[in-house]
């Protein structure tokens, strides 16, 4: 299986929704794209980075930023791994990140160890083109692009004033992407398995 390029994964759905709304201004279509994909990665926390954390005895907060695009949106899980175990496991209760960028422990560990962050992440830039800066998560618009589409087209019909505006065809269309972005969100819980 090729790795999917930013082109063909855009100008897909670019193609797809002009071919229904064929009077869509590209900004616009950019603008809603992005919208729909911030919320599917919001929805869905199938956009993950895990994050080393080097903690220490005496503190409980630690910040940190993601090395790849995007922005962090939820704490999935804090793990270590150096665990012999083959399921992760967290490696205490009450782990938080009540802001994003910052993990707050319950108590601090008894030893200065790394343990991982896996990180549900949500966009936060555009690309040069103006599409939505997705990065080494590419292939998840290309496998769950045609919701992407449906979601982009239900966006657009529900906006009031347009010649393209269609209430009822809008609900219908968001419909479908909400039925594809709970597949992907159970795809992710399940790890696709």
């Not at 869905?44 to 503190?59: F, L, M, Q």
């Not at 529900?158 to 809008?170: D, E, F, I, Q």
Request: charged share 20%; aromatic share 10%; glycine share 8%.
């Amino acid at each position: 299986m090729s790795t999917p390029t930013p082109r063909n994964v855009w100008s897909r759905i670019y193609e797809d929704v002009k071919m229904q709304i064929p009077g869509v201004t590209d900004a616009v279509l950019k603008q809603m794209t992005y919208q729909v994909v911030n919320d599917f990665f919001d929805r869905t926390n199938i956009w993950i980075e895990e994050v080393p954390i080097a903690v220490s005895p005496n503190s409980r907060t630690y910040t940190f930023t993601v090395a790849n695009e995007g922005s962090p949106n939820r704490l999935m899980m804090l793990y270590d791994p150096a665990d012999a175990s083959p399921d992760k496991h967290w490696v205490q209760g009450g782990v938080q990140m009540t802001v994003p960028g910052t993990i707050t422990l319950r108590y601090a560990p008894s030893s200065a160890v790394t343990w991982n962050a896996a990180i549900a992440k949500c966009l936060d830039t555009v690309g040069s083109e103006g599409w939505p800066d997705v990065g080494n998560g590419l292939w998840i618009i290309d496998q769950y692009g045609d919701g992407i589409h449906y979601g982009v087209l239900g966006r657009l019909q529900a906006m009031p004033a347009k010649p393209y505006s269609n209430a009822k065809l809008g609900a219908s269309n968001w419909q479908v992407y909400v039925t594809e972005r709970g597949k992907a969100r159970t795809d992710a819980l399940k790890a696709n398995v």
